[in-house]
């Protein structure tokens, strides 16, 4: 794995190693020294063309971990508010001797170029591009589910996840889709016609209109966030109205089945797409998916950046 | 760790040796055992530690050997130092195994870590920086089955099973009933 662009990558194999990673690296949190030698002398590079608070913690907190150098990037205050190009700052990065780069942009595809283009030479990760995906989040929502279906270990076969909301500007229903498709679960995406994505139905999963419809016996339900700053027209007559028929509240988090967990990428709109009752509630593992977050993040680097051996013999000098 | 066999490929006819059985290996096991009871006046304090993989089945065994002849069970766990390794440029990154420390914790305990066979050194050196992350014992001690020599640190074993001069075009390979089905030490090449 020398670059994470997108969940579609990731055969479940890979997927499962990701997320076994993820669980051992969990442990360190535990630890009084949270802190690991392994990735001693590399540079790590937030490259943040878009505003977010969590996912760049998330991975600023894992790269720490690892004890590699991190630089951190945002587009406002940077010479992109002046023009820069992305390849100019790419070859600005290239220059420094990053030896990672996380990137978020609101262009989709913007990893995908700075990855193949030539213009670097180090490990890119997608940390969101525009509405196309997120695979990060979709490995930690991967690995929380897993953690409360399915023990911690193995995949998600036979589990029914519904993924509520926004779908055509979520990169985070994209990731998951393909991912927890990857892993055996069974995916159910639920929005109005009007947030439904083109194309849809060539995805690995089914689609509903009637959130009371899918819910009944779901393993999990995601509640996806109303991007409102992405939305340039009227998806929806009335926040009122969309609550009413795709908001979670008590009665409908009730239908999911006995152990059935609630799931929210984050950050939410409460009120909206979930009432506070059910945020706060006993299903609601959304504090856990931050946790998870960090773990994840630190799989990943750590998988990435290890890279492939330079022969495949797999001999220790003990 | 020491499944230095791959290294050698399809070079033809190979000179096996076994230089350990099942039974050899369980005296040493009992002498160790008895062996770290005595420069330890007893098991208090005494914390086990195997290092993955083939170190934790031995770290089982000298444990279960202690709680034997002293009568009381000595806290065993396990040391996966994967992510203290320094070969990460040159080797990639590999699945992690499991590091389990147990309920006493390690603080101020004796910490013997056990590992199959000592080479180089960089794993015990790998095993001592994460131990002291994990706690501060009071002493590290460390048992190993085989020393075979080549030594890259100045790393010495407190209690070992058998010492074997090997080439460094030798493998010496540890076979565990835990993890391979059934016993013994081989010297290869």
């Known amino acids: 794995m020398r670059h994470l662009l997108s969940a579609a990558d990731l055969s479940r194999d890979d997927a499962i190693l990701i997320l076994d990673t993820a669980g051992e690296l969990g442990r360190v949190t535990d630890r009084a020294v949270k802190k690991l ?8 590079v937030n490259l943040f063309f878009e505003d977010s608070t969590r996912t760049r913690i998330s991975f600023e907190a894992a ?32 220059a420094m001797g990053a030896d990672a780069v996380i990137v978020r942009h609101e262009a989709s595809g913007a990893p995908h170029r700075l990855a193949h283009s030539g213009w670097i030479d180090c490990a890119v ?28 270990e193995g995949a998600l076969d036979g589990r029914r996840i519904v993924i509520v909301g926004d779908v055509l500007h979520s990169r985070v229903a994209r990731s998951n889709v393909l991912l927890l498709h990857a892993l055996g679960a069974s995916v159910t995406l639920v929005a109005p016609p009007t947030l439904m994505p083109v194309g849809v ?8 209109y009637d959130l009371d419809d899918a819910l009944p016996g779901a393993d999990a339900v995601m509640m996806l966030r109303v991007q409102r700053e992405r939305m340039n027209a009227a998806f929806f007559p009335s926040t009122h109205e969309y609550s009413r028929r795709y908001g979670l509240d008590t009665r409908r988090a009730a239908l999911l089945a006995d152990d059935g967990i609630v799931l929210h990428p984050g950050p939410m709109n409460r009120g909206m797409e979930i009432t506070a009752d059910v945020a706060d509630g006993s299903r609601s593992v959304i504090v856990e998916q931050v946790t998870n977050g960090v773990n994840v993040r630190m799989a990943v680097l750590y998988l990435i950046l290890g890279g492939r051996a330079e022969t495949d013999v797999w001999e220790m000098s003990a | ?12 006819p190979r000179a096996d040796s076994r230089v350990l059985d099942a039974a050899d290996i369980a005296r040493v096991i009992g002498r160790i055992a008895h062996e770290i009871l005595e420069r330890s006046h007893g098991p208090s304090d005494i914390v086990i530690m195997g290092i993955q993989t083939r170190g934790v089945p031995l770290a089982q065994r000298i444990a279960a050997r202690i709680g034997e002849i002293e ?20 080797r990639g990154a590999r699945p992690l195994e499991v590091t389990d420390v147990p309920d006493v914790g390690v603080d101020n305990r004796v910490v013997v870590l056990v590992d199959d066979v000592l080479y180089s050194g960089r794993t015990v050196r790998a095993a001592l920086d994460a131990l002291s992350d994990i706690g501060r014992p009071r002493s590290v001690q460390l048992a190993v089955l085989v020393d075979r020599g080549h030594r890259e640190l100045p790393i010495r074993a407190d209690y070992v099973g058998k010492n074997i001069p090997t080439s460094h075009d030798q493998a010496v390979r540890v076979r565990l009933a835990e993890v391979d089905g059934l016993d013994e030490v081989t010297v290869e090449g």
């Not at chain 1, 030698?37 to 790590?44: A, C, F, Q, S």
């Not at chain 1, 004890?67 to 587009?75: E, K, R």
Request: aromatic share 4%; hydrophobic share 35%.
């Open chain 1, 201 to 208: 139905d060539t995805w690995p999963c089914q689609v509903s």
């Open chain 1, 125 to 152: 990760v997608n940390a969101g591009d525009g509405t196309h995906e997120h695979p990060t989040q979709a490995l930690l929502d991967a690995f929380t589910l897993r953690h409360h279906l399915s023990g911690g």
């Open chain 1, 63 to 94: 790269a720490k971990r690892l004890s590699a150098d991190v630089i951190t990037f945002s587009a406002k205050g940077s010479s992109v508010s002046k023009g820069e190009s992305l390849k100019d700052t790419a070859l600005t990065l290239e």
């Open chain 2, 1 to 12: 760790m020491a499944h230095a066999d791959a290294r050698r490929g399809a070079q033809g």
């Open chain 2, 71 to 90: 009568g009381t069970p000595v806290p065993v766990g396990s040391l996966d130092i994967t992510m203290y390794r320094d070969d990460l440029r040159l």
């Open chain 1, 37 to 44: 030698p392994t990735l001693r002398g590399r540079t790590v």
